[in-house]
């Protein structure tokens, strides 16, 4: 055989590939009844809850109003004290590791960039820095500024 015909060769087993994928694809698309939910929730020890949705809505609810209670008052008074001693950093999302502490050293958090770049990918974060806004302690080291901007929040 030629070079060519090789090539064509694999050409053709790689178009197959890709238009059985696609057929596969196409043709698994099927609904579940309820019975296979159940059975398959079963097997995985799982629980099935169905939604109902009323039809019919109340005129007016009201819900009372909730009072605050002693451990919500110490709560706000230690994000209060917590907000005191930290720097209030905002990470935009799409922003790099470079962007980021191009904005840590602007707030004073970091002194050498390099060192915070380098840090992020020993610790194989490198990327995985969270969108929002993040109160970082102001004495923090740089382990301590990558573990809060980089722990997934919920």
């Known amino acids: ?8 060769i694999i050409l053709g087993v790689g178009i197959g590939l890709v238009i059985s994928s696609i057929i596969n694809i196409n043709a698994s698309q099927q609904r579940l009844t309820v019975e296979q939910l159940e059975k398959e929730a079963e097997r995985y020890n799982l ?3 169905k939604n109902e949705i009323e039809k ?3 005129e007016e609810v009201t819900t ?3 009072q605050p209670e002693q451990q919500d008052i110490d709560e706000s008074q230690n994000d209060e004290n917590q ?3 930290t720097v209030e950093f905002y990470i935009k999302k799409g922003s790099n590791s470079y962007n980021i502490a191009d904005g840590l050293i602007e707030k004073g958090l970091i002194k050498d960039k390099q060192a915070f770049i380098d840090r992020l990918y020993e610790l194989d974060k490198s990327g995985k820095a969270q969108a929002g806004t993040f ?3 102001e004495n923090a080291d740089i382990d301590t500024i990558i573990k809060i901007i980089t722990t997934i929040r919920r």
Not at 1 to 8: A, E, G
Request: overall charge positive; proline content about 17%; cysteine-free.
């Open 1 to 8: 055989m030629s070079k060519y015909s090789v090539r064509n």
């Open 47 to 49: 629980k099935l809850v």
């Open 56 to 58: 019919s809505y109340p």
């Open 64 to 66: 009372p109003t909730p």
């Open 83 to 85: 907000q005191k001693n």
């Open 135 to 137: 109160y970082i302690p």
